[in-house]
Every structure is written in C-alpha cells, then in structure tokens.
Nanobody
C-alpha cells in the first residue's frame, strides 16, 4: 500500500512564496507521473501541475504558469511544488496524486489513482 503525505502549506501574504512537498512510500513512485491538484471551497478539484517519472516532461495550468515550478527527487521519493508570487486566488487545499497506470501526463483527476490528504494554502491579500 502506497501512501502520499503532503506538507509545507500555510498562511502567506500575496506576493509571497511557499514550497509544498509530497513524500511517498514504496519504490513505484519513482516510475510514475506525479501531479498536484487543488480545491478551493465550493469549487471542483482542479489540475495545477504534473511531472513525468524522469522529469523530462512537465505541465502547468495556465493560471500558475511562470509562478509555480514542479520537481521531483526519485532517490528521496519526493515531489515538490515551488509556488512564487502567490495570489489570493491560489488559496485552496493542495493535493499530491500519482498515476499508477501510465507514464504520460494527464490533467484530469480521473487519471490519478493515489492521493494524499492535502495541505492547506491560504494567501491573504
């Protein structure tokens, strides 16, 4: 059984930065795509970013391009989301997810099989 644990959320002022981390158990993590999603109150869970197993491909939602950077460390079994120039609209619970079935990058939540419990990010304006 693989588990994903997010950390690094918190309260930050607009324009500030946070770095989220996702720690995974088990060796399968390092050969599959990892993604970050977020869910704001009253809204659907939405795609933020994804990275394939060897970091040769990344994808970002238009709303975060140029501000967020996804990365992974397959030795440590971790993934990270560096978030800069945060805006109030970035406020949400952020989830780490893994696609166990393919090595491609997908942006719809149905492609992802394992999810963490989420970490809250609150940006004050």
């Amino acid at each position: 059984q693989v588990s994903l644990v997010e950390s690094g959320g918190g309260l930050v002022q607009a324009g500030g930065s946070l770095r989220l981390s996702c720690a995974a158990s088990g060796p399968r993590f390092r050969t599959h795509t990892v993604a970050w999603f977020r869910q704001a109150p009253g809204k659907e869970r939405e795609f933020v970013s994804a990275i394939n197993w060897d970091s040769t491909m990344t994808s970002y939602a238009d709303s975060v391009k140029g501000r967020f950077t996804i990365s992974r460390d397959n030795v440590k079994n971790t993934a990270a989301l560096q978030m800069n120039n945060l805006k109030a609209e970035d406020t949400a619970v952020y989830f780490c997810a893994v696609d166990w079935h393919t090595s491609s990058i997908y942006t719809h939540r149905g492609a992802y099989d394992a999810w963490g419990q989420g970490t809250q990010v609150t940006v004050s304006s």
